[in-house]
């Protein structure tokens, strides 16, 4: 006898479709608001990041904009661009990491609304006006906007965490070129020549900043154009541009306790004399090949029982040994033996795989064996002004290196300096604004940050960077049924 299967109506195929779609419909409401629920919650955590009164973008981008305003405009007569407005411009460009004049001059077509509201321009000059007006700036008229800008840091208390010794900061000086060609050039670049005869033209600059070893910002001060009138040599020149950047320096920070940190090429006695004169304490790397005599006194003193040596095990890492010399009052070379300086030798030892590295300093600081391994960490955060300055302005979006224009008097220079003014600008967010630091963590790397900030200002109308970064953070896509 055949059994006859009764079905129930849910499998009936109409019914069964019906079902499906129904059940379907609810899967995905039950998603979409599990997800309305966590972005609403998300949107409550959001809005209670707050900003620090003049220490975020829109507050340093109107530090910037009266900055400005105060200098005064070398063209005569009516003008169609303010010269606050061009300077602006160029700010932004180099705020908004375009990679080129070009591309900002696409952007004045496309999204003038936000660079209006943001950057408070009236007019957007072309790239070429732009160029035009900018060539006549003088350079030394932007130095007062980099003291404009770190008062605040001072005034909020955000620089306690960069204190390094002796209530003193970490100032790392260095060179780095920006720009190099054997067919292009102007009056204000330098020239080498090759073997072969070949002619390179080229333009440098000193770099400035303020770092800690423990602190991943640095603070770049306004940096020193290495020019062409400086010397016959290139150690020459950059020798003399660091010499009017630490009278400079001394001049716009009158109070401040500087360490000055600096290679090898940096430890003689000229130089010394003049961080000494502007009152400036000092970490110079020393090698034994330049300076012989030093190196035989040190040896001398390690024979005669009069060098401190030591060593220290790493917290961290047991196959890791720190191992240091100390020689007090050692002559600066033969030349110069009535300049007397503190040896530190630091060698660091992996165990493990049997590699070892070597480092030698001279300093006037007071170390003991209770500082010295602060003071290495310290002295070797020089590397600082090359990968998180240097590096960071080649490679991160900045586009240093890149030839905005060299123009006939000082256009090259003016665009050095608004580009470290908006790297500035950047440090101080990253360093102190918990909503820009909100932004980077949800898109996790620089890169895409700002590209993700470019894109909200070419989709939207946008009145403030603080609006700007509030969307980016309440970004949340909705993905769609499969």
Not at 225 to 245: P, S, V
Not at 426 to 448: N, V
Request: with cysteine.
């Amino acid at each position: 006898m055949t059994r006859i299967r009764t079905f129930s109506p849910l499998f009936q195929p109409t019914v069964f479709r019906r079902w499906l779609l129904s059940y379907k419909e609810a899967t995905v409401s039950n998603q979409i608001t599990a997800i309305m629920k966590a972005g609403k919650r998300e949107t409550t955590r959001n809005e209670r990041v707050r900003l620090r009164k003049h220490l975020n973008a829109d507050a340093l981008f109107a530090t910037m904009r009266a900055g400005f305003n105060k200098i005064n405009d070398h063209r005569p007569g009516e003008v169609q661009h303010s010269l606050a407005d061009t300077l602006m411009s160029g700010f932004a460009m180099f705020s908004l990491k375009d990679p080129s004049l070009l591309a900002f001059d696409d952007r004045r077509f496309a999204e003038p609304h936000n660079l209006k509201t943001i950057y408070g321009m009236r007019t957007i000059p072309s790239d070429t006006s732009m160029r035009e007006i900018l060539d006549g700036v003088s350079p030394d008229c932007l130095r007062s906007l980099f003291k404009d800008a770190f008062r605040p840091l001072q005034r909020g208390k955000a620089l306690e965490k960069m204190v390094f010794m002796e209530d003193s900061y970490l100032l790392n000086l260095d060179g780095t070129g920006y720009f190099s060609s054997k067919a292009l050039y102007s009056d204000a670049c330098m020239e080498k020549v090759s073997a072969k005869g070949e002619v390179t033209y080229y333009l440098q600059t000193v770099g400035a900043a303020l770092v800690h070893p423990g602190v991943k910002e640095v603070i770049p001060l306004c940096p020193e154009i290495i020019r062409k009138q400086d010397g016959a040599t290139k150690m020459d020149c950059e020798r003399n541009a660091i010499r009017r950047m630490l009278g400079k320096l001394r001049q716009d920070h009158p109070h401040m306790k500087f360490i000055v940190n600096e290679d090898a090429l940096a430890s003689n006695a000229p130089h010394i004399e003049d961080l000494e004169e502007h009152g400036f304490r000092y970490i110079l790397g020393v090698k034994e090949g330049d300076h012989k005599f030093l190196f035989q006194f040190v040896d001398q003193a390690v024979e005669n029982g009069e060098a401190i040596e030591l060593v220290i095990g790493d917290e961290k890492r047991e196959e890791i040994s720190h191992c240091f010399r100390i020689v007090y009052n050692a002559p600066l070379n033969k030349s110069n033996q009535d300049r007397l300086v503190t040896f530190v030798e630091y060698w660091e030892i992996n165990a493990k795989t049997g590699k070892e590295q070597h480092f030698s300093w001279i300093t006037d600081l007071d170390i003991t064996e209770e500082n010295v391994y602060r003071f290495m960490r310290g002295a070797r955060a020089r590397w600082k002004i090359e990968n998180e300055t240097f590096n960071t302005l080649k490679n991160q979006g900045y586009q240093f290196g890149h030839n905005f224009g060299l123009g006939k008097q000082h256009l090259s220079e003016v665009f050095v300096l608004l580009m470290m003014l908006a790297f500035l600008v950047d440090q101080i967010q990253q360093l102190c604004c918990p909503l820009f630091q909100a932004a980077w963590k949800r898109w996790k790397t620089k890169r895409s940050l700002w590209e993700k900030v470019r894109s909200k200002f070419h989709e939207f109308h946008i009145d403030t960077m603080e609006e700007l970064y509030r969307s980016i953070l309440d970004h949340k896509p909705v993905p769609l049924p499969g």
